[in-house]
């Protein structure tokens, strides 16, 4: 086909301009690509880290218990509706929880701490056991503790601390129990703050038999969360008694805080996307410039404007759909890399890190989605660049054009 | 040989310029018609309106008044793309410089315009061949115009307005950027199509030698036809 030989031949004609635009695209696209891939992946990480470790990405309470966090506000604790949730597809576990707080304290020293009774049988999110520092990874009939707690109480694994608290319906509740393991948390509200009991124990111990602060719900990663929700929440149908949220709704300020990072990144690109818009106009204006005699003479033999448009599509769609796809194609192994060898941050930035309550770690997305979109993106603007060099061709004369 | 005397019929032909408030009449009321085979130099003093006229003759640009037929075709009828096709079928160009696609070999040149026209592979390599022997180019069809030298670049512009087989050849000043010899190559080239092949040419020069070879010489002034002489 002519218009292909020509707009062929054309690409080679002035190479280093040719070389230029394409390598334009690709830059901008290989630093889009790179910089939403580790943004996404970073909060992703950040979420599976802070909801995914303990929350779970959706749990199912007593209707108001996320607004007041009271062991009063408990349920009857519901197996058969356990069974029905954790067959949802998407479902990956269901954790039965009963949460209140209480003192901690061993000897001369005392904190207050969550007090999370959990079923080491049906716990779908805590990891205990590869975290585990010493001990067991059950708490049995005592204890299991952070970190950052035992070394706050000076505590080992076989002392007894004591519980001082408030237990259902403002019963007292109060126990000595042994610590059975010391666990190290990424999360420092994990770590420093929460003392983990069997589920019985804990319901013995706060004095309500039977009943659960909440069903935590852990997800499959790849599922549609939104889908996995409304499932579990038709499951679980009595809406007016229980509440179903998703993270997000559980925890806004995280949502918050990602939104805004994302949106800084995301103005990053644009300014990016403007940049390029710019060089990339350069591009086409000197080329129309350039070949204006050139098409005035084409005009004047008797070939179509629509043919010569064509042509010009054709050298734009090539040069865009080159820059972009070395952009997609280069940063994949890219990411791959770094998805499987999260960049490690040391020192002050970990520091930093893990008091947000975040892993040190930064692990790139490896989400298709992403080069795809900016990809696309980028062709669509080298596109719609490119009628600049449409828009001439539609207005030149013959006449004026060979005069010039 | 035989003759339409009407191929191109040029009546009451008007171009008026504004430049600013002055009123410059390129083509000031000109009439003539051209016939089949005929050899027509277009003389006359630079800025007497030999481009104008030339370009209005070619449908590249509309008078102010006046119409131009081809064949019989008002081209005042056309709308802009018919003129396009009118043009690829009907007119062959030979423009001053800037002729050739320079990403295009001579071959190629000559041959896309038949490649517009729709016409077959076998046909346009054959056809190119023989116009670009027919233009002494032989062994010259894989290069590119950077190649060629000004003279053999008009040749090959020549060829190329001949293979679409037009019902003439339109040439503004073909030797305006060549030394004598090619200057005198090119004249015979097109003499002696014009001879052979009854092809019908018509070109506007300042130049003595292509007015010498001329079979018919029409002198403009000011726009107007000062003499039309046929020898
Ligand atoms: N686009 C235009 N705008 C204004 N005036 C024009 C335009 N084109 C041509 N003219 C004027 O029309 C007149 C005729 O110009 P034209 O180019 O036809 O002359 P020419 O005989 O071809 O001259 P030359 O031998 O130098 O090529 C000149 O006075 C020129 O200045
Ligand atoms: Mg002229």
Known sequence: MLQLRLAWRNLWRNRRRTFITIAAVFFAGFSIISMRSLQTGAYGSMVRTMVGSHTGFIQVHQKGYWDEKFIDNSFEERPELREEMSSVPGVMGVSPRLTSHSLIAFEDRSRPAMVDGIDAEYEAQLDIESNLIAGDSKPGDGVLIGQGMAKFLNVEVGDSVVFLGSGYHGMSANALLPVRGVVRFTSPVLNDNTAFIDLRMAQYVFAAPGMLTAYAINTDPNADLDAVLADVTQVVQDTSGYEVMGWHEMMPELVQSIEADSAGGILMAGILYIVISFSLLGTFIMLAAERKREYGMLIGLGMRRGQLMRVAFIEASAMAIMGAALAVVITRPLTLYYYYNPIQFTGQAMEALREMGMEPVMPASIDWSIPLTHGSILIFLTLTISLYAMISIKRIQPVNAMRS | ?231
């Not at chain 2, 509309?62 to 018919?82: A, F, Q």
């Not at chain 2, 950077?146 to 293979?163: D, E, N, W």
């Open chain 2, 1 to 231: 040989m035989t003759t339409k005397s009407n191929l191109v019929e040029v009546v009451n032909l008007y171009k008026t310029y504004s430049a600013g408030d002055l009123e410059v009449h390129a083509v000031d009321g000109i009439n003539l018609s051209i016939g089949e085979g005929e050899f027509t130099a277009i003389v006359g003093p630079s800025g007497c309106g030999k481009t104008t006229l030339l370009n209005m003759i070619g449908g590249l640009d509309r008078p102010t008044s006046g119409e131009v037929n081809i064949d019989g075709t008002p081209l005042s009828s056309l709308s802009e793309s018919k003129l396009i096709d009118f043009r690829l079928k009907k007119i062959g160009f030979v423009f001053q410089a800037y002729n050739l696609l320079p990403v295009l070999t001579a071959e190629e040149n000559t041959s896309f315009i038949m490649q517009l026209q729709g016409k077959s592979k076998e046909e346009r390599r054959a056809r190119s061949h023989q116009l670009l022997k027919n233009v002494g180019l032989e062994g010259r069809e894989k290069n590119k115009p950077t190649q060629l030298s000004g003279g053999q670049q008009q040749r090959v512009a020549v060829a190329r307005a001949l293979a679409s087989r037009p019902s003439f050849v339109l040439a503004d000043e073909p030797t305006a950027n060549l030394d004598s010899h090619s200057t005198s190559n090119l004249l015979d080239i097109m003499a002696r199509l014009n001879e052979e092949e009854n092809i019908t040419f018509v070109f506007a020069t300042h130049d003595q030698r292509v007015i010498d070879k001329a079979k018919r010489v029409i002198t403009l002034e000011d726009g107007k036809v000062l003499s039309d002489e046929r020898r």
